[in-house]
């Protein structure tokens, strides 16, 4: 724990409904006044995941846009240190003058919600926990997580990593703050694994694949010794959603991506092929620019950000994956696979409560989980967004508690009680 100075001087209006606090002074001063007077707080950033979650009612938000920058970048020693409300766009832009990213890269939800700002922030990224494509090689976000800073319930500063570890419960710290979507601690701060970024990328698609078939060859690519860093599958009735040059095959698309230097990527998309058994399929390889367009179109759901439909998102062993979209066709969903087929965003033109409950009965019987990510407000309020046992709930609220023991970080946003 760490206390901070008090003494500097402050503009806060302690009447007002929103706060935009200018440093951690004020971050600290807005919740040590929420805490005493038992006021529920809504923390947003540039909230393009605010719609995920069940709607706060709260007396104060708490916006962490205007806390932003870049404070300790060392390319050489791969990490970056930024306050919590810097966009996700101004850190990528800066690593990229190293030839640097982040390389969980994180879902941009912001078409999918029709917001003008890009990606959001990275305390928002982080807290939500969303990682794309590159889940089954580099991990999750919060795998890249090095060190962080925020505030608890009470306002007292917390440190993680780097050479002060404040451990209240005993657990690892970022694994609790990451995709506790602001229910645990306000994040100030956050110290961030940055890794090269490849010179050359290729992406191997196979057209006109059945599910199984693709399921198949998704599998073995990451299998493979020849270090594979996307996979995904998109049905046909997507397949108008990606428009190359190169790309000429009609039917479904399943695309193998593989990233290095120019030599290196050519070598193993020739062994991919041969191992694959893809000679005599129709396949298609984009280069380096028609590549990052196709994964930056997937790291921001393009395919399902051209309507108004509800969104749900299930992780499954991949194995469990054919048969689950068997037994979910009665729903009529649109799909597609990212992660080798073991993550499932699914979209659907009608949801109810009793709708949500059949679709996720059929996720945890196929030993998945289930995540609403878009519907009617009118379904939030009745419905479970996220998927917990009564165990592991339990435990939540003993670690929210121990956390936040008032309750003013975002409750309820993803169960009741917490």
């Known amino acids: 724990m760490e206390e901070i100075n008090q003494n500097s001087q402050t503009s806060l209006d302690f009447n007002s409904e929103k706060f935009e606090p200018k440093d951690e002074v004020e971050i600290q001063q807005i919740i040590k006044y929420c805490f005493k007077k038992n006021l529920p707080i809504e923390i947003v950033g540039n909230q393009t995941k605010v719609d995920i979650g ?108 780097g050479t002060v570890v404040k451990n209240v419960t005993g657990y690892d710290l970022s694994k609790l703050v990451t995709g506790s979507f602001g229910t645990l601690m306000v994040l100030s701060e956050l110290t961030l694994k940055v890794l090269p970024l490849e010179s050359e990328t290729k992406t191997i698609i196979v057209s006109g694949l059945a599910l199984e078939h693709a399921l198949g060859v998704m599998g073995s690519a990451i299998a493979s010794s020849n270090d594979t860093s996307g996979a995904v599958f998109y049905p046909e009735n997507l397949r108008n959603n990606f428009v190359f040059n190169d790309l000429t095959h009609p039917g479904s698309i399943t695309a193998i991506r593989v990233e290095g230097t120019k030599l290196s990527t050519d070598q193993r998309v020739s062994n991919l092929t041969k ?108 419905s479970e967004i996220f998927t917990i046992d009564p165990i592991k709930f339990k435990i939540s609220q003993n670690i929210k508690k121990s956390f936040d023991p008032k309750r003013i970080f975002n409750p309820g946003k993803m169960y009741t009680g917490i």
């Not at 999918?112 to 926990?129: A, E, M, P, Q, W």
Request: aromatic share 8%.
């Open 54 to 161: 069940k709607k706060l009612q709260c007396a104060k938000t708490l916006d962490m846009s205007k806390f932003s920058g870049i404070i300790d970048y060392k390319p050489e020693e791969l990490y970056i240190t930024v306050k919590a409300g810097t966009p996700i766009n101004i850190v990528r832009e800066e690593l990229k003058k190293n030839k640097q990213h982040l390389a969980f890269e994180p879902v941009n939800f912001s078409k999918l919600f029709k917001k003008d700002l890009n990606d959001g922030t990275i305390g928002g990224t982080l807290s939500c926990n969303f990682s794309g494509s590159r889940r089954f090689k580099v991990g999750s976000a919060r795998d890249h997580i090095l060190g962080f800073k925020g505030f608890n319930g009470k306002g007292e500063k917390i440190k993680s990593g």
């Open 275 to 382: 191992e694959l058994v893809l000679e005599d399929k129709k396949l298609t390889i984009l280069d380096s620019t028609q590549s990052e367009i196709f994964w930056e179109d997937t790291r921001s759901l393009k395919p399902l950000s051209n309507s108004d439909k509800n969104i749900l998102r299930a992780v499954v062993p991949p194995s469990e994956t054919v048969n689950l979209i068997n037994r979910l066709k009665t729903f009529h969903p649109n799909y597609f696979l990212d992660w080798g087929g073991s993550l499932i965003w699914l979209e659907l033109d009608y949801l109810s409560n009793q709708k949500i409950d059949q679709i996720r009965e059929r996720i945890l019987d196929s030993n998945g989980y289930l995540t609403v990510i878009k519907s009617p407000e009118s379904v939030k309020l009745s």
